[in-house]
């Protein structure tokens, strides 16, 4: 079974974060920049929350705050979820679907270390299906 760990292997373990006091607009400049759906809002080291596309939407636009004067502090997610390098893609997967995000900080003894998205644990999930896929095929009509 694949772990976090697994996944950040692949990946860059860079992490986009922005701090509670930047605007909303600067944080979707970054997102955008970084091509990403989320940032980690750092206070210091702590994590203070998490900022996403979906916040965007649903604090900002839908109740038509300004992005140039709002800052994150007011309408980042402060219920964070996250996840250790241990933690299994599975159980990872099962957060997600029952909180509704898409985005997993992984914390390590109180350190951010990478995070993790539904994009990650789908990619994963289809290299080991077409792992399989290629060993039961070898298995059958033998190597080629």
């Given at each position: 079974?694949?772990?976090?760990?697994?996944?950040?292997?692949?990946?860059?373990?860079?992490?986009?974060?922005?701090?509670?006091?930047?605007?909303?607009?600067?944080?979707?400049?970054?997102?955008?920049?970084?091509?990403?759906?989320?940032?980690?809002?750092?206070?210091?080291?702590?994590?203070?929350?998490?900022?996403?596309?979906?916040?965007?939407?649903?604090?900002?636009?839908?109740?038509?705050?300004?992005a140039e004067t709002t800052t994150v502090r007011e309408v980042m997610?402060?219920?964070?979820?996250?996840?250790?390098?241990?933690?299994?893609?599975?159980?990872?997967?099962?957060?997600?679907?029952?909180?509704?995000?898409?985005?997993?900080?992984?914390?390590?003894?109180?350190?951010?270390?990478?995070?993790?998205?539904?994009?990650?644990?789908?990619?994963?999930?289809?290299?080991?299906?077409?792992?399989?896929?290629?060993?039961?095929?070898?298995?059958?009509?033998?190597?080629?």
């Open positions: 079974m694949s772990l976090v760990r697994d996944v950040l292997a692949t990946k860059d373990a860079t992490v986009c974060t922005i701090g509670p006091d930047k605007t909303v607009l600067d944080a979707a400049v970054l997102m955008n920049h970084c091509r990403i759906g989320a940032v980690v809002v750092l206070d210091g080291e702590k994590i203070a929350g998490i900022f996403t596309e979906r916040d965007v939407m649903n604090r900002v636009v839908a109740e038509k705050k300004d997610t402060t219920k964070v979820a996250f996840c250790e390098q241990n933690t299994t893609l599975e159980t990872c997967r099962g957060v997600m679907t029952k909180h509704k995000i898409r985005h997993l900080p992984v914390v390590e003894n109180g350190k951010l270390l990478g995070m993790i998205s539904s994009g990650d644990i789908l990619a994963r999930r289809i290299a080991e299906h077409e792992e399989t896929i290629k060993y039961l095929h070898e298995y059958m009509q033998g190597p080629n």
